[in-house]
């Protein structure tokens, strides 16, 4: 680190008073602090790494104190370094203010396939963590055991379903599959059944696979009762909003059976739990319906949940959540992005496949195409009706898409006409605003929207900052016009 970035990053962590995702603060002007490998865990198990800094005091509001000894400082952070699996090799830098001695440690990151790293005395269960905001919290069971499904290439999908035998299968099912299959590979007719099993991975070492039980199996849930879909209308815009009755859901239903029946039914559900307006035509007079979602939109959100959520042992008891609220529709899935691609890069790139035997299964039975087109059909079909952007969340183990109605959209425009070039939204926050009084701003019932739809594309833009950055989802977090801050 140059003298420059040092004191740009003294200023900033004084002039904000807190830390940050890749920014750790210590004092250490009695001794080295103790508990540093879980910072060095957390910042080498994320993908920007992260800087520890020493030698300010956040209990003086991050007053400069110094460092009690540098070299023997270093000498202890390299010694930690080393005491990780794998060992962590710090960029140590040493700086001289006003007679102070400061010291910073940068963690470059681990590459994802030695991910996690963890205290080697501790054990990869109790030495690993992840940096959540400002804090450092231990990785639950499952999210290590991510990084070793990703790292061994784990086949979930296909791993032996003890109960289940070739009879619990609806043959007439795995009949047709299996005819699919042979079509293009001729010489397949003259294998032996149990050998085609096993090839095409219906039975792996003579056990049913977990697939074939979701694809061809009449009743999975006899095997794993939480592998369904949990779908619920809401009277609401948040969970736990009443209707005029006092009922919290206006339905509610549990979705069973195998993947294609609860694709279909699924999509069934939020076919008859939508609202369709009517259009007309001011020039024609001729009626049109619009649909609060496009079905193609929806279909392929359900389907991308069905296909790649994470079908592991710790996540069987998990039912995929599709959740209808008055101005959204939510579908969360088990198991967050698999492997190295981001939420950026979503439908933009060949990512890795988490499930890929129930893909190709899917492929075969005419239920996707396989060709990573899903979030871009999404994207358009919703930009074709004329909606807002889908949004994607990847938060600890779960991913979520949420699709915006076009109620919504109306309510932007109808009910607080909004200067599009954001000029209103940010003479508005020559001082620090909340979400609640932005949204109140904007006219608008959903605060989740607001942000989305309006204030997020000004702080993208640079018109706008957080008031914590570092932490976009705190609830202290505010808005405040870029130029007040000059």
Do not use: W
């Not at 009879?167 to 010489?187: E, F, G, M, T, V």
């Not at 149990?194 to 006899?222: H, R, W």
């Not at 939480?226 to 206006?250: H, K, W, Y």
């Not at 979520?400 to 309510?411: E, G, I, P, Q």
């Amino acid at each position: 680190m140059l003298d420059q970035e040092f004191q740009q990053l003294v200023t900033r962590v004084q002039k904000r008073q807190y830390e940050e995702q890749i920014i750790e603060v210590k004092a250490a002007h009695t001794g080295c602090p103790d508990r540093l490998y879980d910072t060095f865990s957390s910042f080498s198990n994320q993908d920007d790494g992260g800087t520890i800094l020493f030698g300010l005091d956040e209990k003086q509001h991050f007053a400069p104190v110094g460092v009690y000894d540098a070299q023997d400082l270093q000498k202890k952070l390299m010694e930690i370094g080393e005491a990780m699996t794998p060992i962590v090799r710090p960029v140590l830098s040493v700086f001289d203010e006003n007679g102070k001695l400061f010291v910073t440690a940068e963690i470059p990151p681990v590459d994802l396939t030695e991910r996690p790293c963890y205290k080697t005395a501790k054990g990869r269960l109790k030495g690993s963590y992840l940096r959540v905001g400002d804090a450092d919290k231990p990785m639950t069971e499952y999210e290590v055991y991510s990084y070793e499904a990703y790292r061994k290439k784990y086949r979930d999908d296909i791993r032996p379903v003890e109960e289940a035998t070739l009879a619990s299968l609806n043959q007439d099912d795995l009949d047709d599959y299996i005819a699919r299959r042979k079509r293009n590979r001729p010489h397949f007719s003259a294998v032996p059944t149990d050998q085609l099993n096993e090839l095409m991975n219906i039975t792996k070492n003579g056990e049913v696979t977990l697939s074939a039980v979701l694809l061809f199996c009449p009743y999975p849930q006899s095997f794993f009762p939480q592998l369904a879909i949990i779908a619920s209308r809401v009277p609401g815009t948040e969970m736990g909003a009443v209707g005029t009755d006092g009922q919290r859901f206006t339905d509610s239903k549990r979705i069973e059976g195998n993947l294609m029946e609860m694709l279909e039914a699924a999509v069934a559900f939020v076919n008859s739990n939508m609202r369709t307006a009517v259009q007309i035509n001011p020039k024609t007079g001729k009626r049109t319906d619009a649909p609060e979602y496009p079905m193609d939109a929806v279909r392929e959100v359900i389907l991308n949940a069905l296909v790649h959520r994470d079908y592991s042992r710790y996540t069987e008891s998990m039912p995929i959540q599709l959740t209808m609220f008055a101005d959204r529709l939510v579908v969360r899935n088990p198991g967050g992005l698999y492997g190295r691609i981001t939420l950026d890069q979503l439908g933009k790139m060949q990512p890795d496949t988490r499930n890929p035997f129930l893909v190709t299964a899917m492929e075969t039975l005419h239920q996707t195409e396989n060709r990573y087109s899903g979030i871009p059909r999404i994207r358009q079909a919703m930009t074709e009706a004329g909606q807002p952007e889908p949004q994607f969340e990847n938060i600890r183990g779960e991913f979520s898409v949420t699709l915006y109605n076009r109620k919504v959209s109306a309510a932007s425009r109808d009910q607080h006409p909004i200067d599009q070039s954001g000029k209103d939204l940010i003479a508005f926050c020559s001082i620090p605003r909340t979400r609640k009084e932005l949204t109140e701003f904007l006219g608008l019932a959903s605060g989740q929207y607001a942000i989305k739809r309006y204030v997020d594309p000004l702080v993208k833009s640079g018109d706008l900052r957080l008031t914590i950055p570092d932490r976009p989802r705190s609830r202290n977090q505010k808005y405040i016009a870029a130029k007040s801050d000059d």
